[in-house]
T-cell receptor
Framework: LAKTTQPISMDSYEGQEVNITCSHN???????ITWYQQFPSQGPRFIIQ???TKVTNEVASLFIPADRKSSTLSLPRVSLSDTAVYYCLVVLGVGTDKLIFGTGTRLQVFP | GAVVSQHPSWVICKSGTSVKIECRSLDFQATTMFWYRQFPKQSLMLMAT?????????EQGVEKDKFLINHASLTLSTLTVTSAHPEDSSFYICSARASYPGELFFGEGSRLTVL
């Protein structure tokens, strides 16, 4: 499983766009990039998953360059409720088996 | 959407006792469930993979006799922390998927405090 590297923490203010970048230099051809969100004392929640280029859903966008060695989770106009830890994972195939979590990025949104 | 429920959400026990945590898939059958442990300010650490009707597969460094996992039905997996000690105090989270491929759904977590 490819190792991921992401910033330990980030700060933002309400209404701003937040971009969290994740490096995964050893990503394999069949690997997908998946992001989860975790609030304190809760289980992780799936945000978005992609293979290449750009994926967008009602919550976030995921940008993946052509070499796929990194990815950027974009959260538009964050609010206080977006304060959470965001995990970038590289997984084999869509809906894969066990997930190995990295350190995650602790996002703090200020009013 | 699919729901995975854990019970209890929190438990306090005395050192030396055993504690059972349940993980249920409420609206789907889960052939595979996963158990994670998370210490404060740390990431989730995979403990074991639980397969319905067969023995669990433990990750390296996880004591199988300490953390007993039973997946007797397609909707229920249990994690029993045997002879719990204060260092076992942690947040335990399960996840489940119905089949491969399929999204993994996480439970709300169970906080164990051993006095």
């Amino acid at each position: 499983l490819a190792k991921t590297t992401q910033p330990i923490s980030m700060d933002s203010y309400e209404g701003q766009e937040v971009n969290i970048t994740c490096s995964h230099n050893n990503i394999a051809t069949n690997d997908y990039i998946t992001w989860y969100q975790q609030f304190p004392s809760q289980g992780p929640r799936f945000i978005i998953q992609g293979y290449k280029t750009k994926v967008t859903n009602e919550v976030a966008s995921l940008f993946i360059p052509a070499d796929r060695k990194s990815s950027t989770l974009s959260l538009p106009r964050v609010s206080l409720s977006d304060t959470a830890v965001y995990y970038c994972l590289v997984v084999l195939g869509v809906g894969t088996d066990k997930l190995i979590f990295g350190t995650g990025t602790r996002l703090q949104v200020f009013p | 959407g699919a729901v995975v429920s854990q019970h209890p959400s929190w438990v306090i026990c005395k050192s030396g006792t055993s504690v059972k945590i349940e993980c249920r898939s409420l609206d789907f059958q889960a052939t595979t469930m996963f158990w994670y442990r998370q210490f404060p300010k740390q990431s989730l650490m995979l403990m074991a993979t639980s397969n319905e009707g067969s023995k669990a597969t433990y990750e390296q460094g996880v004591e199988k006799d300490k953390f007993l996992i039973n997946h007797a039905s397609l909707t229920l997996s249990t994690l029993t922390v045997t002879s719990a000690h204060p260092e076992d105090s942690s947040f335990y989270i399960c996840s489940a998927r119905a089949s491969y491929p399929g999204e993994l759904f996480f439970g709300e977590g169970s906080r164990l405090t051993v006095l």
